[in-house]
């Protein structure tokens, strides 16, 4: 099982990201996997999840900070699964990670930064 998270920068305040999720080793179809969730890690602040987004139906649900911003969807093939990210904010900078069933302490990938300069 592999997760790998990629697409962040550097960015101004007000412009957007995709970040994209890779995964491979497992079907993402509601048995081997249901969900695959981002969470973020900012220095001196506590882990943040941003959206969890189902395998079957690829219906998606938000943080409070994502909510309105971000849109987390699945490719055809669910095989990846991004973070189309709107009117970044700089407190929206840190390490995002995406992971299996929407669990933080599951099975990750290695983040990406996500800077946000104002």
């Known amino acids: 099982v592999q997760l790998q998270a990629s697409g962040g920068g550097l960015v101004q305040a007000g412009g957007s990201l995709r970040l994209s999720c890779a995964f491979s080793?497992?079907?993402?179809?509601?048995?081997?996997?249901?969900?695959i969730g981002w969470f973020r890690q900012a220095p001196g602040k506590e882990r943040e999840g941003v959206s969890c987004?189902?395998?079957?139906?690829?219906?998606?649900t938000y943080g409070n900070a994502a909510k309105g911003r971000f849109t987390a969807s699945t490719d055809d093939a669910k095989t990846k699964v991004y973070l189309q990210m709107n009117s970044l904010k700089p407190e929206d900078t840190g390490l995002y990670y995406c992971?299996?069933?929407?669990?933080?302490?599951?099975?990750r990938g290695q983040g990406t930064l996500v800077t946000v300069s104002s």
């Open positions: 080793g497992f079907s993402f179809d509601g048995y081997d996997v249901y969900a």
């Open positions: 987004t189902s395998g079957v139906g690829g219906s998606s």
């Open positions: 992971a299996e069933n929407c669990n933080p302490h599951g099975t």
